[in-house]
DNA sequence: TCATTCATGTAAGTGGTTACATGATTCA
DNA sequence: TGAATCATGTAACCACTTACATGAATGA
């Protein structure tokens, strides 16, 4: 029962960072965990409100002109650490690849295989996609601390997408044996 | 722009083997495509419902008394068709084992190792599920077309869940050298 | 000055879950 | 006779997306 948005714990976690905007927030969110998670504004700016109002976080003076950045409270630290060790919520599966393939046989294995070859072409896509996200951070000198965990996500991406493409192979080989 | 409902396609989809009941559809769904997806009555009479009076299904008297089942129009199976081939539905990425990773350094790398040894378990049950898939599936004698086809998505899930082991051992071997 | 980026927000709609209510049939 | 299973449905709620509206600051 996931009384609690997930995007609570999404936004909490950016925040831990570093203070920021919401539409910074999104920018993160957008590009360093891109490949496993996803916001939208109209989830954010309501979030933050929420959590504004909570005394979870507080807004602080930017460096622009009438610019504020949100920044974590003690209480939403707290928060946050209490979110990150409750319980995963799973939401429930929805391959739409895997339902097609379970009922190729409506559409026949030439059409099954096509679908396959997209879904191989998006994994070799996704490992050039960690292959630049290693390479800048390598480069990056900041946030030296989360770094070793950064890049556990980036390898489960790697390990992920490298299944995907065998799988793949795999499976274009055998279809190629399937009656048409 | 997902104009039309996924479940349309996996109730048409799951018709397309046998005519049933709303009752046996969602069974249907949560043996046979539990590892990929799933349905709720919630969503599966009211689906049933529409696809009714659009003429895609209609209910053909069943063998007990009073009940009926819902069968395939020539029109439904058309729809299914189309539905098949329509790119995929692809709904936005929510991990929540990878963000907890993400920001480990938060709850610190032992409650980070918690939560993948856990993980580990879940693949590793989920192998033996599909083992179990496997027997069954090899006694199984109707359906023989649908069978290779199933088969691929059996394999999916084996290779998917043997990444996420190899993933975990690594991580947890990396884990222990972090600093606590 | 004008396009782009940064920035904040809201309204409408949707796809879905959960929980509840109800009753027939089967079988021990 | 009574428990378990089969069966159908609905009402309330929810998290989230999309599209829209608005405007300030930046920099070519």
Redesign the pocket.
């Known amino acids: ?7 609570d714990l999404a936004v909490l976690a950016v925040l831990s960072v570093a203070p ?8 993160a969110i957008r590009d360093q965990l891109g490949q496993f998670w ?6 954010i ?5 929420s959590l504004n109002s909570a005394g979870l976080v507080e807004k602080v003076p ?1 460096e ?7 920044s974590l409270t003690t209480a939403g630290r707290e928060r946050l650490l209490e979110l990150l060790r409750a319980p995963e919520v799973t939401t ?1 599966p ?1 391959n739409g690849l895997m339902l097609r393939v379970f009922f190729g046989h409506a559409i026949g294995p030439e059409a099954v295989a096509a679908l396959i070859e997209q879904t191989r072409d998006q994994a070799l896509q996704q490992l050039s996609v960690f292959d630049g996200i290693t390479r800048m951070m390598q480069q990056e000198t900041e946030h030296a601390e989360h770094r070793p965990y950064w890049a556990l996500t980036v390898s489960a991406g790697r390990h992920s997408a490298l299944a995907a493409v065998a799988w793949c192979d795999e499976s274009l080989e055998a279809l190629a044996t399937f009656p048409r």
């Open positions: 029962m996931p009384r609690t948005s997930q995007t920021m905007s919401g539409y910074a927030v999104r920018e996803s916001e939208s504004f109209g989830q700016y309501p979030t933050l409100a930017g622009r002109a009438g610019s504020s950045l949100f429930p929805r």
